[in-house]
C-alpha cells in the first residue's frame, strides 16, 4: 500500500487483503500497530494497493522491512492523485480510507476501491507458510 508522502514514496506490506464489499466496492487490509509509516499513508488522499507478481518477492521484502528507503531498486508509477504502484504488478487499486478499527495488535483499514488496472497476463503471488508462492491456472475455468 503506497502514496507520495511530502513528494517521496511511501508503503507498506499490508497483511490480510481481503475483499469487503461489491457496492460500494470496498476492500480491506490489516496493519500492525508498531508501523510507522501507516501513520503517514493514512494522511493520503489515494492509496495505490499493488497486487505482486512472481517476480516480486524482493519487493514484497523490501516493503515490509524498516529500511529507510524502500524503494531503492523498485520500479513505481504514480497517478494524478498521488497513489503509488508497482510496476508490473498482477493488479492496481486506487483507494481511499473508508473506515479503520483498531483490532487486537492490528489496525484493520477498509478502503473503498476507486479505479482498478487489471494486468491479466501476469500471476499474482501469495504468502502462505513464511514463503511466497505462485498462483497459477490450472483447468477449466471453475465459474463456468
Not at 494524478?80 to 483498531?102: P, T
Not at 507458510?129 to 490450472?138: E, K, L, T, V, W
Amino acid at each position: 500500500m503506497c502514496a507520495v508522502i511530502d513528494g517521496e514514496p511511501a508503503g507498506i506490506a499490508a497483511s490480510s487483503f481481503v475483499s469487503v464489499s461489491l457496492e460500494p466496492a470496498l476492500v480491506s487490509v490489516c496493519v500492525a500497530l508498531t508501523s510507522t509509516t501507516w501513520p503517514l499513508l493514512r494522511r493520503a488522499q489515494s492509496l495505490g494497493l499493488s497486487v505482486l507478481a512472481d517476480a516480486h518477492a524482493s519487493t514484497a521484502r523490501a516493503l515490509a522491512s524498516r529500511v529507510p528507503d524502500r524503494f531503492a531498486g523498485i520500479d513505481w508509477v504514480r497517478d494524478s492523485s498521488g497513489a503509488v504502484f508497482i510496476a508490473g504488478a498482477a493488479l492496481w487499486l486506487n483507494c481511499s480510507i473508508y473506515e479503520q478499527v483498531r483490532a487486537g495488535d492490528h489496525e484493520i483499514a477498509v478502503l473503498t476501491v476507486n479505479r482498478i488496472k487489471m494486468h491479466s497476463s501476469v500471476s499474482p503471488i501469495v504468502f502462505h507458510d513464511s514463503q511466497f508462492h505462485r498462483m497459477a491456472r490450472s483447468g477449466p475455468n471453475l465459474s463456468s
